[in-house]
């Protein structure tokens, strides 16, 4: 660039708070990067010749005279196929002891593609958990979060997805990672050989919060490579996403904006939305997909991040302890894959979507009978065998330790409905019943 | 000489402008990054300061760089060649544009410039006309598309020449008209329209006359919208907003469908392009896509354009209805635009109103769905725009401010239910809570008189209350146990079951199950409301459940057959047999 040669040095901050500063600047650009006493800052508001920083670090110990010189351009990553295998942070420098890395630099948080020029994704993405691959079958190209409980194992199962699924590169976008699950992603990849094959961007919890906010634009640049230059098939693993949100409202807050709901920013939403949306799956064959974690507060769905979340992406995937089997499962009511129905019965067999239907009916009914024995009342015999069945069911298929083929599950499926039920109570097409109903 | 300026501020998308002269409130302006220039629309103005919202991203600006105001509002084109399109919230044919990536900037034409229309006089030399008085016609595909005189001319005005009939591009001059003065105006087959402004070359907007049928049972029997009516669908995710608005789309009886995907997902779009064009419109046979327009402003695309997609959308539809069309408009969702409309409210910081929203939303969504409406024509012909809109509440509470303020303005209220979503019936709209204000018109019982049979609306209100008092009687079971009741309640909790299982449910992914025509859905309440009419008497609530229960797979086995086929009169003779055993 030409205008490096020279670089004007700013000494004197107008105003400090604990994410921005500002300053009377002149020739500064809307999104532009700068460095505030040696940390990373970005332009987020100009008004006249006053200049609003975010600076990523935080302003502890900033003082009023410290030097501030403006980069000339937003936050930029560079890329390549030497990307694979390394870990980064959310700046993008190596954090492994390996070499910078030598490719073009490319702005992050780019345009978003043509949807015109979308294809409709079509391709199944087995993952070996019946709570997923039978209730909700991800396609590649979708975007969906787990929605878990802290305490959940959200990471390792997301970690056993990754693996599993049949997937060219895997972009890790770790945000307020506790420093325990960074190496533990980082061993689960290892130990799986699979290392060449991932791209990893980490910010942990001993990193500055607002640094979060640039870690999900830098994975999604690095995926957009791998998908659209080299036509790969990109699977990109963010956690955890209520962390980023969090660090948005932080900002925010310090620009004195007008909260809305939980105290997050109006533009939650839009933010979230430039995320999530990255997802695509591209006519010359690449995709990006996306699988996220979004934490909650005791299962509260309706707090602003999940909300806005699950009318973002295609579907949420919900962890649940489940205290009649002691098992972690995948909640059939709560979960949901939108683009479930591209690929059931058409890239699976023909009684998928029924026999899925039938299969949580049938919970749903059990937990009515549930209701009423915790209510003290009597069951009656249909309740009890909906009661059986919903353990069998929890163990057999919801839990997330289940790893079996997608045929197995539907037999499985069929077997358990033949134990409990009569085929007028599954409610299932009588087609479908004659064909795979299991004979005693 | 328009006015220019100078940027002196920017946060996010909304930037600050010095300007040297006038500007207008909604006027556009081009920002200038470099030689590319940004559109813009002015949504304040302070002393010599214009704040404008800025439709793309603003990375890269710098105070000092320059801007253009252009002198005119948001303008759709209209013209023939938007059928089967798609374009951005501005307008710009989004299939025409090369890069996989949306560039900054980049502007396409919103119809072929170069395609030839097939041309026919309609109006003759001499004849007194009007703003949207038909001139002449051209073939868009099925659709005979009128050539009108622009909405924008006001007063009578003589026609002194029409083109003879050929084949001819958009921008010919395809008559000349003279005004009072004496003077030439020519016309093309372009007109230009600002989208924020309602187009009312009409005669006048009666009162809703009939029915809009969709093949969704639970709206057009129990909660019909009207044609020209307005209708919303508010309900929490995964409720299945997205899939009963395709329904609607594919199934509506409607001439033209125009989508506005407004902040929602791009995978939703890609749907409907794939998918459109190779489905078939039962009732005209042609594909759906020939009758279909989207919007598509999705959820990454620039927030500022939500606003201006809905617009477009409403102005397409008010475009094909002076043509005596019946148009359909569905918007998804109208609360991504509210929030488009907090996003500039908070950064202007201005004083929030209720959850941080303007606090003028509820008068821009009552002007908005004012907007739809059954009119007649200059000619005495009607057309019509019927508008869907779907609304996303916060946490599924639909006590907030987008849901209420639509609930004031739309006349059908379809309340989707997580607990309904949640035990996978679909659609979830609760039977209850949800209404159609129609079925209180005269016009519209009367419609329902003469097209359904007597007394319709009365059957409609039965089934509705055997639902309703199904679910008191679930209550009261809840409460005392199965065994504390007497078996009169179960017996009413089945009867409201097997109005939602066989009648209210429906399967949007099942062939023949996803639409059902008016004269089965009769057949199937007849049906019900018989059964429900019946005395049972069981020994135990247990049997009485096992009785039901083979009722109700039997009725949804019906549904799932060719009506009057073979397998249907099968499952029609199973039932009988079930009813001799009991039931009289």
Redesign the interface.
Known sequence: MATKAYRKIYTKLESITKATVSLRASDVSNEELAVVGGRLAQVVKTRGDIVTLQVFAGTEGVPTNAEVTFLGAPPTLKVGEQLAGRFFNAYGEPIDGGPEIDGEERQIGGPSVNPYKRRQPSELIPTGIAGIDLNNTLVSGQKIPFFADPDQPYNQVMADVAMRADVDKIVLGGMGLSNDDYLFFRHAFEGAGALDRIVSFVNTTEDPPVERLLIPDMALAAAEYFAVDRNEKVLVLLTDMTLYADALSIVSNRMDQIPSKDSMPGSLYSDLAKIYEKAVQLPAGGSITIIAVTTLNDGDITHAIPDNTGYITEGQLFLRADSDTGKVIIDPFRSLSRLKQLVQGKKTREDHSQVMNASVRLYADAQNAKTKLENGFDLSDYDLRCLEYAKDYAVNLLSIDVNIKIDDMLDTAWKLFAKHFSKAETGIKQALTDKYWPER | MNSTGKV?????NLV?IQTDGPVAENELCYVYLGDTGLLAEVIKVNGDKAFVQVFE????????DRASFLGRMNEAELGPGLLSS?YDGLENN??T?E??????GERTEPLDRNRLWEFKPLAKAGNKVVAADWLGEVMEGWLPHKIMVPFSFTGEYTVKSVKEAGAYNVDTVIAVLTDAHGEDIDVTMVQKWPVKIAIKSYLEKPRPQKIMETGVRVIDSFNPIAEGGTGFIPG???CGK?VLQHAIAKQGEADIIVMAAC?E???E???I??EFPELVDPRSGRKLMERTTII?N????P?AAREASVYLAMTICEYYRAMGLRCLLLAD?TS?WA??L??MS?RMEEL?GA??FPVDLSAIISNFYARAGMVVLNNGKTGSVTFIGTV?P????LKEPVTESTKKAARCFYALEQNRA???RYPAINPVDSYSKYLEYPEIKEYLEANVENGWVEKVLTAKNLVRRGKEANDQI?IL????VPIGYHISFWKSELIDFAFLQQDA?DKVDATCPFARQKYMLDLLLDICDRKFDFDS??DC??YF??M??TL??MN?CEFEGEDFDKYRKDLNTLLQQNGN
């Not at chain 2, 002196?8 to 996010?12: F, K, N, Q, R």
């Not at chain 2, 890069?99 to 900054?104: K, Q, S, V």
């Open positions: 002196i501020g920017i946060v996010s600050t991203s603003t990375r890269g600006l710098k105070n000092g798609i989004l299939a544009m890069d996989i990536f949306l560039r900054r929490p995710f995964g997205t902040g997902r791009a995978n779009v890609v749907e392009f794939t598509c999705t959820s990454n695309m927030v969702s991504r929030q488009a907090r996003e908070n929030p959850d941080a996303s916060a946490g599924g509470n949640d035990q996978k809840n146990g199965d065994d504390g992914f609530y247990e459940r096992t229960k083979e109700i797979n949804r086995q799932y």
